[in-house]
């Protein structure tokens, strides 16, 4: 697996690491991704049931009109957030030790199972 993190233990190409990425991090951006937008698109859906009301509308039509509305809104700001975040590093994943070092004239080496440290 490929994943880019800060090396802050100069490892060297071909170095077998171990990576740390804490769990409280992966929960925030997995709920702020997948959670996050369909909360707003379901309240987008109920604000489009109340304006059908107010203007004798379909409610059908205004909910899924406001629902989708809303869950583009949401996706814009998950992507402005991701912006955001890939230019500060704050989500990154890092190297905490070279678990093997890379030998000089090793054929093509094989690629390195994943081992994740978590914690937080």
Do not use: H
Request: charge should be positive.
């Amino acid at each position: 697996m490929e994943v880019e993190a800060v090396n802050t233990v100069k490892a060297g190409l071909g170095d077998w690491v171990v990576v740390y990425f804490e769990s409280s991090k992966l929960f925030k951006l997995s709920f702020f991704l997948y959670v996050f937008p369909v909360i707003i698109m379901i309240v987008g859906a109920l604000i489009g049931e109340r304006m059908a009301e107010n203007f004798q509308g379909n409610p059908s039509s205004y909910s899924a009109f406001f629902g989708f509305f809303f869950f583009f809104g949401a996706m814009a700001v998950v992507k402005l957030m991701d912006k955001r975040a890939r230019k500060s590093g704050k989500y990154r994943p890092e190297i905490i030790r070279v678990k093997k070092k890379a030998g000089i004239g090793d054929p093509e080496l094989p690629p390195a199972p994943c081992q994740s440290v978590s914690g937080e």
